[in-house]
């Protein structure tokens, strides 16, 4: 991430160039000749390079912005102007301007400095390092952008791990990664194949049993300051989905690597509330395997016993997502009581269909948890939107073999709407929402807050649902 400092001025003899959000209808009259002569009037998604004796000036079009997401677009539009420079260090011009929008400034330009680049021996433009973020109080802006840093970082972490290779990240890896958190001061707990096999998690072992690399369940836990249920996130964690047995086409396949950006965008969010030591209590719960092929693969057809007891009868082995978020759930709710449950994941292709890649699909049992996942998703730019769990999507998972089949068959299915009336199955009566982010995951093209490919969606959003609803404890 951008290394960030709060200042007053320019640094001395400093040769970067000065990034300024303008306003629609606002350019500072010493640049009005030039940006008339541009036609440049700052709205949004306009940017003027004017270079000049004085050094480099951006002017970044703005509009008229009315929440942080707005001046976090400009930022990253900033940060975009500055890479095409090939600028390593940005000075952000947020006089002026009050500590909320100077903090949702420099956080838009963190998101969008952001690079995969862990893998590549070179690199076709220089990497943006450093952020002079000019303000008028540093004091006074300084609250503000610890509490945009620590989301910033959290997204940005769940986008590092979602752009790891299936061969880099695996489940042991994964794990690794994950208990590196503790010094953040998440507990982390991590249950390997035999404390999965004594507990009963019978679907998260049949899903990643013929991967060369065991399936585990980690436990992250950030307990806050006051007394309350945890509020649980349940993250899907497949490091690579060939299908299994039911195999994918070649064509799309690599991306698969990345269907593990739910349990990464959990992890992303406990790293969030850790770092500006949100009182709320809360645990993510995150199932983590590969969907191989093997001799030992399950099969469709197959009944397994999940860690609630009830048995599902396999449909198709490429529907593995919620057959480990059904252990996952469970094993949350049993062992913590939560006070609500969320689980993300990248878990169908008809949620994509439906929305496409810039909203996440949400359903669950309880209408204010859903309408507060609503507006914290719009608080942070990550928007869902609300698809039903009808009688007739739990009728079609009827078994004559099982308890319940996971998936129906067939083709033009509601599919989205099926996984979540199977999840449904094991959230028992807390509670609960789920988000499908398919879609959302990975960025199809460029954006603002950053370049094309993994998202980060969802670490914000629920570190926004802590902040918004959760971190009163007169509410409990």
Partial sequence: MLRVR?????????????????????????????????????????????????????????????????????????????????????????????????????????????????????????????????????????????????AARGCLLARDLTAEPGNRLTTREFAARLEALSEHGIAVDVLGRKRLARAGCGALLAVGRAAAHPPRLAVLRWRGSFAAPPVAFIGKGITFDTGGLSLKPAEGMEAMRGDMAGAAACAGAMLALALRRSPAPAVAVLALAENAIGADAYRPGDVLATLSGRTVE??????????????????????????????????????????????????????????????????VGEPVWPLPIGARHREDLASDIADLRQCATGRLLPDACHAAAFLREFAGGVPWAHLDIAGAARRAEEEPLGPKGPSGFGARLLDALMAMYFEDPDRH
């Fill in 6 to 150: 709060l200042r007053r001025a320019e640094r001395d003899g400093a040769a970067d160039p000065r990034a300024m959000p303008v306003r629609q209808g606002a350019v500072p009259p010493r640049f009005a000749r030039a940006a008339a002569a541009a036609r440049f009037t700052g709205g949004v998604g306009q940017v003027l390079d004017l270079p000049g004796p004085e050094g480099r000036v951006l002017l970044i079009g703005a509009g008229a912005p009315r929440h942080a997401t707005g001046w976090e677009a400009a930022g990253g539009r900033a940060a975009a102007a500055a890479l095409a420079c090939g600028a390593r260090r940005l000075a952000l011009d947020a006089r002026g301007l009050p500590p909320a929008a100077a903090a949702a400034l420099a956080a838009g330009a963190c998101l969008r400095a952001w690079r995969p680049d862990r893998w590549r021996t070179r690199t076709e433009e220089a990497p943006l390092a450093a952020l002079d973020l000019l303000v008028d109080d540093p004091a006074a802006t300084a609250p503000f952008w610890a509490r945009a840093e620590a």
């Fill in 314 to 379: 396999v449909v198709d082995t490429d529907a593995e997502g919620r057959l480990v978020l059904a252990d996952a759930l469970h094993y949350a709710r049993t062992r913590f009581a939560p006070a609500a449950m969320l689980d993300l994941a990248t878990l169908t292709g008809a949620a994509v269909t439906a929305l496409g890649h810039h909203r996440a699909a949400l359903f669950g049992t309880d209408a204010a948890l859903l309408a507060q996942v609503a507006a914290a998703g719009e608080a």
